[in-house]
């Protein structure tokens, strides 16, 4: 029997088939889960729509996480489908392409507030509507980065606003875990993605990480989605408000 057999689980953020969303679904399905996707766009559906279908997913459903309206949908679509969910996975960020490169100096207003909305606020708006549909043992994941604790360059405001998730974590952790539900976030080491291909100086991050980390690799998605099967499973039912590293160790590296 699988480690999520019968669980439903709900993942934001497939962008491809590179995606660390598209892995941790993988996994998920391997041991057992129910699978629903939200994307959002018509652009993501070519991408997101065929890989729903190539794992079998139960629902793939449109949604941009700026809009109440449309988060409340895919929860009433959720509970009308399955009754109930158990698990959140929660890999959505967004920032201006201009706000990732140059000064951290230059960052806009609206810049900021978007990549905090995006990157940050959701969490929490989707915590709002799946909470309710979850007994206890249901489990929040979102991902994150270094580049919330540490600067890195050009990551500049996305760091801002993983600083944020990840206090969001904790708080939701202890809002929630009276529910007997669990919060927890993946921060892992640098990935060639969609979503990194948007930082600047993404390639001279990955060559230090790879140089530098205790394991002397970068990572892959693969690895990503263990520590996520863990995290959402019976394994990690004393774990929360964490966030867990994934990078081949480069966190722990001062000089």
């Known amino acids: 029997m699988g480690l999520l057999e019968g669980k439903k689980a709900l993942i934001f953020g497939v962008a491809n088939d590179k995606s660390i969303a598209w892995a941790i679904a993988e996994a998920f399905k391997k041991e057992g889960a129910s699978l629903a996707f939200a994307y959002n766009g018509d652009m993501l559906a070519k991408r997101v729509i065929p890989l729903a ?3 079998g997913a139960d629902m793939v459903l449109q949604c941009d996480v700026r809009n109440d309206d449309e988060v409340a949908a895919v929860f009433r679509d959720v509970k009308e489908r399955w009754g109930g969910l158990d698990i959140l996975v929660h890999s959505v960020a967004f920032a201006n392409k201009d706000e ?32 309710p549909l979850m007994s206890p043992g249901g489990s929040i994941l979102t991902l994150s980065y270094y580049g919330g604790q540490k600067v890195f360059p050009s990551y500049n405001v996305m760091g801002v606003a993983k600083a944020a998730l990840e206090m969001s974590v904790r708080y939701l952790a202890e809002s929630v875990g009276g529910d007997g539900i669990r919060v927890n976030a993946i921060s892992a080491g ?7 291909a948007g930082v600047g100086g993404f390639n001279q991050i990955a060559g230090i990480v790879a140089d ?16 996520a099967l863990y995290l959402c499973s019976n ?9 867990h590293f994934v990078d081949s160790g480069y966190n722990i590296i001062g000089l």
């Open 53 to 55: 279908e190539s794992i």
């Open 100 to 131: 990732l490169k140059g000064s951290f100096l230059n960052t806009t207003r609206e810049g900021f507030a978007l990549a905090m909305d995006v990157s940050a606020y959701s969490l929490i708006a989707l915590a709002k509507e799946a909470v």
């Open 190 to 196: 640098p990935l060639k993605t969609l979503a990194a």
């Open 212 to 227: 530098k980390a205790p394991l002397r690799r970068n990572i892959n998605q693969e690895e990503v989605a263990g520590a």
């Open 235 to 243: 394994l990690a039912r004393g774990v929360t408000g964490e966030v």
